[in-house]
């Protein structure tokens, strides 16, 4: 159960705090998944219609609570986003689903009410504020509220960054390099990018409503062996869906699997092609396999433009990629493609800046 059927939190309160309660027999260990909705869609940021949309106001939370023996409670923290329009109360839901080793009780959806704190629609636009850049950029990349240690190292970039936009090595330090540096992280590279490149394995550019729950799934304030648990439980449902049992599930021979598997990738003569041929004939399970493809620097290569582009619609917009995506992935593949181009269209995108302001 939710502690409560229904949240109020204030806009400007960074996060909405909910308690999830486990009763009766606590002897066995639980686990129980929760996922936030709204009904917005693509309604632009400025409509005023109660509804609370997470491209505007709240960050997407998707994750899997785990209770220990004797555990009885866990709290789940939903990140808000103080945008300046004018819009009254909105609400969004929080919903838990599919509880393993106890059963689901009266409470399992909750209301999350956002009191509005603005007066007049107020200028400048907050995305234009370092902290509110900094931290935005946090959630939409990364899936997580900044670290302190993280967030002051941004913004001492920011704050230092001289009026040219390069520092006093001639290395670019303004806006468009903060932001593309998300991307470029270890931390995204080796979660969203993770997740990315199994949809390249069943010859699939992902959506973003597909793609975000997916890449929850990786992300926040994980151990090591917390992340590789969270991977490996990933790699096995994603071999269940039907995308990849439709390609691979009725091949019989390891040979024909790596082959089919490559072939799907665009990468039919991979060097270690025998290797995981060899592998697979000597017991290794397809999911090692599978996953050893995927992570592959010859796959990571070949796909990390276009996972670059789609990326920033999601990150972004908080959309799923429009045709015009092939131009940028043209930009991007060119002879001296500048990535700086593409972040600039993005960054500064009437799109972008309307999520949070005029």
């Not at 939190?9 to 960074?14: A, I, S």
């Not at 704190?117 to 636009?125: E, L, M, Q, S, Y």
């Not at 902290?131 to 920011?158: A, K, M």
Request: glycine share 8%; with cysteine; proline share 3%.
């Amino acid at each position: 159960n939710f502690g409560s059927a229904a949240y109020t939190v204030n806009e400007d309160g960074l996060h909405a705090t909910v308690t999830v309660i486990r009763t009766g027999d606590l002897s066995g260990t639980v686990r129980v998944d929760y996922a936030t909705q709204d009904q917005a869609g693509l309604t632009p940021c400025s409509v005023t219609n109660s509804i609370a949309s997470q491209r505007c106001d709240y960050a997407m939370s998707v994750g899997t609570l785990r209770f220990a023996v004797g555990e009885n409670t866990k709290t789940i923290f939903i990140p808000l986003i103080d945008d300046a329009f004018v819009e009254g109360s909105e609400v969004f839901t929080l919903t838990l689903t599919d509880a393993t080793g106890s059963s689901l009780g009266t409470f399992a959806t909750t209301t999350i009410a956002i009191t509005d704190n603005d007066a007049t629609n107020a200028v400048p636009n907050p995305i234009d504020d370092a902290t509110f850049f900094v931290r935005q950029h946090y959630i939409d990349f990364l899936g997580r509220e900044p670290e302190p240690t993280g967030l002051t190292g941004w913004l001492n970039v920011y704050n230092g960054c001289p009026a040219s936009g390069k520092d006093s090595n001639g290395n670019y330090c303004d806006r468009v390099e903060i932001s593309s540096a998300f991307f470029r992280s270890e931390e995204f590279q080796n979660r969203a990018y993770f997740v990315y490149r199994f949809y390249s394995a069943v010859g699939k550019i992902p959506l973003y409503e597909g793609f975000m729950p997916d890449f929850a799934k990786v992300s926040g304030f994980l151990s090591a062996s917390e992340l590789e648990a969270n991977k490996v439980a990933f790699v096995s449902e994603f071999m269940a869906r039907a995308d990849y049992q439709n390609l691979y599930g009725s091949i019989g021979g390891n040979d024909a699997y790596v082959t089919a598997l490559l072939n799907t990738l665009g990468l039919p003569n991979h060097p270690r092609k025998t290797e995981w041929v060899t592998a697979l004939n000597n017991g290794t399970s397809r999911a090692i396999v599978f996953r050893q493809v995927t992570e592959s620097g010859e796959v990571q290569t070949k796909y990390f433009n276009e996972a670059f582009v789609i990326m920033q619609y999601f990150g972004y917009l908080r959309r799923s990629a429009d045709i015009s995506y092939l131009d940028w992935i043209t930009e991007m593949n060119k002879p001296g493609g500048d990535y700086r181009v593409m972040i600039n269209g993005f960054l500064n995108s009437a799109e972008y800046r309307q999520r949070f302001g005029q």
